[in-house]
């Protein structure tokens, strides 16, 4: 049911209305530090609303201005993308660049890349779409289990409540009784129904089957590479099958309003709003984009790294792709690559690839400070989730400001003796301090707790002492 409440709700400001300088604030929250990344990603975004308010023919000219991010691996990378897809009302897909292979060979294709971004823009368009019909959705669902509960009176003739069978026998003035009864009785379900109260009742109801036919098809690049869709194709032979099946007025309800739903959304109308938006707001976070950065070696593991690059490239610089909605052009989606370039740099793809990703960002190793930064300064930081996620059975954690630094010192100390992942120590070490708490949970006394710098001491100075048993543990 839609249940309106009074007040007002401050609603989230929409990613296109957001100055390059809200949005960097607004990364701020959930983000430590690199602020040259954020203002890289903030700028390209910004020009993508300008462009849509430029004339049709420079609007066509202006390509969007694809961002490289180097940093090493735990320093916010993934974490700004991530962000970004939250706060923006665009389709957003998140891919590794090494899941991909060069045409030949047993994996996945590049193009599978819009054909997700695809899939993604129209569960979005679609949910907005439901959004709109919701309220009529669930009236004409609560009409329909109404109908189950209290069955309409027969047309021909008048139902006769004594005898049980509809007569034509009965004066103007019973019928009109009889149906002001009909609708007295109609109205009180309904208020029970809204009120909750008959929830656990049985109704017997049609429904659709919609199991299908498991359909294998062979071949080195799967069903969704080739742009066919069975269900689609099939679906049509199974839909009409339906089956009589009890079940309770809420499970009733919800089946119904989800029917509604389908029934008063135009799929073809959310197919071509979500081409449009793919078009001209997909965003695409092309992630260890370092793994396929080599040159051909001729041999091994290596030989398809150049091959991915070539299938990237006209993905990247514009072509048409198919999906089972239509074709998508890709000249204007945002591409943001980063990857940590250890090994490789981004001088090692392949020329054409650089000149696609015209801006390049280096992100700043984590410091101690910033790792005292990301314990407490984000909206939703580390000491946050424990302080919440214990509370729920009672336990009250105080974190001291020496205990921060004891973590931070110790995130430090472990990334240097060991690989470097960046802020992702801290969710280790953190874990492993906690661990006893954790475990007791609601059984624990006493409920208030104090983790200082003794008590994180405690729990790690052995393992961290001892370099071997710290590459394993922490």
């Known amino acids: 049911m839609v249940i309106y409440l009074s007040g ?31 203002r890289a990603v903030a700028i390209a975004l910004r020009n993508r609303v300008r462009r849509q308010k430029l004339k049709p023919d420079m609007a066509a000219d202006v390509m969007p201005k694809n961002i490289i991010m180097i940093g090493s691996t735990g320093v916010g990378k993934t974490e700004i993308a991530r962000r970004l897809a939250r706060m923006s009302n665009s389709p957003f897909l998140k891919v590794e660049a090494s899941k991909f292979t060069e045409v030949g060979y047993v994996g996945r294709d590049v193009e599978s890349m819009i054909r997700d971004l695809t899939e993604i823009a129209v569960d979005m368009v679609r949910a907005e779409k439901i959004d709109e019909v919701a309220e009529k959705a669930e009236l004409n669902a609560e009409e329909r289990v109404l109908d189950l509960l209290l069955p309409q009176r027969p047309t021909s003739g008048v139902y006769s409540y004594e005898t049980g069978d509809a007569s034509e026998e009965v004066s ?47 071949g080195p690049q799967g069903v969704e590479e080739m ?66 950065a080599g040159r051909e070696s001729g041999t091994g593991p290596d030989v398809s790294r150049e091959g991915v690059q070539r299938d990237l490239l006209p993905i ?48 700043d190793s984590l410091t101690l400070d910033d790792f005292k930064r990301i314990l407490t300064e984000p909206k939703n930081s580390l000491v946050k989730q424990y302080k919440a996620l214990l509370e ?35 969710h280790t070490i953190m874990e492993k301090v906690l661990d006893e708490i954790s475990f007791l ?14 008590y994180v001491s405690r729990a790690l100075s052995d393992i961290v002492k001892d370099q071997d048993l710290s590459r394993y543990i922490l």
Do not use: C, W
Request: zero cysteines.
């Open 8 to 38: 007002e709700v401050d609603e989230e400001q929409r990613l296109d209305e957001m100055t390059p300088r809200q949005i960097v604030a607004e990364l701020d929250k959930h983000v430590v530090g690199q602020h040259a990344a954020k």
């Open 172 to 218: 103007g003035a019973n019928t009109e009784q009889r149906d002001d009864q009909f609708q007295k009785t109609r109205e009180k379900l309904r208020a029970q129904l809204r009120e909750g109260k008959l929830d656990s009742r049985l109704v017997e109801m049609e429904v659709r089957e919609k199991s299908f036919p498991t359909i294998e098809v062979a």
């Open 227 to 292: 742009g066919i869709n069975m269900k689609d194709m099939l679906g049509n032979l199974f839909q009409g099958k339906t089956k009589r099946q009890r079940m309770r007025v809420d499970e009733a309800l919800e089946y119904l309003v989800a029917e509604e739903e389908e029934h008063l959304v135009d799929m073809d109308a959310v197919a071509r709003a979500a081409l449009e938006r793919v078009e001209n707001a997909g965003i695409i976070f092309l992630d260890e984009l370092d793994k396929v």
């Open 316 to 363: 990247v610089e514009g072509t048409n792709v198919n999906t089972r909605y239509g074709m998508v052009r890709t000249d204007h989606i945002l591409f943001i690559a980063a990857g940590a370039f250890h090994v490789s740099k981004p001088s090692d793809l392949i020329p054409e690839l650089q000149g696609r990703f015209p801006i390049r960002v280096e992100l």
């Open 392 to 426: 729920t059975e009672g336990i009250e954690l105080d974190f001291t400001e020496d205990a921060v630094d004891a973590f931070a010192r110790f995130a430090v100390r472990v990334n240097e003796q060991t690989e470097n992942i960046g802020a992702r120590r801290l």
């Open 441 to 454: 949970g609601p059984d624990l006394e006493p409920k208030h707790q104090v983790i200082d710098a003794d």
